[in-house]
């Protein structure tokens, strides 16, 4: 059993809170150019503040491989995080030593301290044990509502954890949970995924788990390519992965043995380059052309498939969403899934581009969940435990 925010003891004591403040930064002026991932962390911050928590708050930004690099500090985090609180939110230096220490020990009841950037120190993604009980060391409670990295056993998601007293989940990551778990226990029928994106290897261990699960399974993005050439269909210049035919063939022949549908494009829009602006309808992908887009009749395939759906997942896009002469594809899947939703559907996006998709097409209050961590997401699909899920565990 793993215990909400709501559930601790919390008031005068010292929180740390672990958050996917992971955000773009403008190169030129260091401010955070996207705020979302702090937007989604608010709640459990407000919700602390006013249980009268000692509030401590920690992330990673960027890659920095162990190194203390001056354009992936989180000081701009800080900045804009106190913007949205609209109260203070003070910043150490470090996350851990005696500025980390210093700092912790002057908070008084709601106070918020953001702490630098975890993986300065290589000792946080390799999770050291002594720089987990350093972690530790600065806090009474833990919670973790940062769902973009429970895929990771990272000293700040797994192995602090153990070191700390009273441990639970914040409310970004029970409602993913909430959302989640019922695709992979309990989901109700007809239940429909809708894989897109740009390979299949990526996908494999999802898919393998979802042939137990779906009834059908509707296929664009460039892996859509893959499928086609392993049986023979003409893909032109379209991306491929040659290596994975056979997986790809296995799949289709699993599918059918399981009585899954699947659905893969049977039009296509193609351009002669990656960084054309207007593409042409083909049912099938000319020589030298490429495959950019599902088609209309697609489209239209997809979205008649999905209007009587009880669940549906979605990860990966259909097409090259970012230019607009080929979003066509993913906003039709959007638009299904909204009218699905409507309709009283469980409607859950994956994370990674499609959450991206859903999010530029303004439409991402209208499912009922568009999950923070495209990659945890999936593992958790896949059947595989989350480390940071793990450690909460009571």
Known sequence: MIRSINELQLEGKRLFIRVDFNVPLDKKTGAVKDDARIRAALPTIQLARKLGAKIILASHLGRPDGQVVPALSLKPVAARLAELLAAPVQFADDCVGEKAQQAAAKLRNGDVLLLENLRFHAAEEENDGAFSRALAALCDAYVDDAFGTAHRAHASTAGMVAHVAQKGMGLLVAQELKHLRPLLESPRRPYIAVLGGAKVSDKIKVIDQ????????????????????????????????????DVALKILETAKSKGVQVLLPVDHFVAADIKATAGEVQSVVAEKMLGLDIGPKTAALFAEKLEGAKTIFWNGPMGLFETPAFAAGTRAVAEAMVRATARGALTVVGGGDSAAAIAQLGLAEKVSHVSTGGGAALELLEGRDLPGVTALEQ
């Open 210 to 245: 979802l042939l137990g699960k779906v009834d059908a399974l509707l296929v664009g993005g460039a892996m859509a390519y893959t499928f086609l050439a392993a049986q023979k269909i003409a893909i032109g210049g379209s991306r491929v992965e040659a290596d994975k035919l």
